[in-house]
């Protein structure tokens, strides 16, 4: 068996985006989105070079978005290079869980912002609404520290995230979709800022 569609479309049956929409979303907007992503990527590049470090932060699967760009930054996606200072804001449970039961959960990224971020640091902020609270706390404190921010989103004009440095928005209902491309966008960044570390060597996926 061949695994060919007929009739190329979304699976219906199951109510999940297809891969045929994914590939036509992404088709549609690498116009649009590669300068962007270019532009995010100089961001974070002239905070690592310049001694600063990346701050993630993001909920449920965002988190997760968030944990595997820092690892990336940390470790490696496609080349050898030096090591970066990124941090998920989400990755400790203690204290996550600390000031959330201290200062509520819309200000658990906001305080770790505070603690951690400084002027010539980075902030990438991810949220598949535009409207999670605790992110946009965390963009107003990254704002009062000086801090450049990466936002991606989706095509929430309403957010207030949509004034950050580089606003990267899917534009589709499909959460799972704007989720999917997200993660495309930050290998997108990770390869940025890898270029620059590692110029004319070959990468290794």
Request: glycine share 12%; net charge negative.
């Amino acid at each position: 068996m061949s695994g060919r569609r007929d009739t190329p479309g979304p699976d219906r049956k199951k109510g999940l985006p297809s891969l045929w929409e994914l590939s036509r979303l992404a088709a549609e907007l690498a116009p649009v989105l590669e300068p962007l992503v270019a532009a995010g990527g100089r961001i974070l590049w002239d905070a690592l070079s310049g001694g600063g470090k990346v701050l993630c932060c993001g909920n449920g699967g965002s988190a997760a978005d968030a944990q595997h760009f820092a690892a990336e930054l940390v470790g490696r996606m496609a080349r050898e290079r030096d090591a970066q200072p990124a941090l998920s804001l989400s990755s400790d449970p203690s204290v996550v869980t600390a000031l959330a039961n201290d200062y509520g959960y819309g200000e658990v990224f906001a305080r770790q912002v505070e603690a951690w971020g400084r002027p010539g640091d980075a902030l990438v902020c991810l949220t598949t609404s535009g409207t999670s609270e605790n992110v946009l706390r965390a963009f107003e404190v990254g704002r009062t520290r000086g801090m450049k921010v990466v936002a991606l989103c989706c095509a929430n004009a309403a957010t207030p995230l949509s004034a950050a440095d580089v606003f990267i928005s899917i534009p589709s209902p499909s959460a799972p979709l704007v989720q999917e491309l997200h993660m495309a966008v930050l290998h997108g960044l990770c390869a940025e800022v890898e270029t620059r570390l590692a110029p004319g060597t070959g990468g290794n996926e």
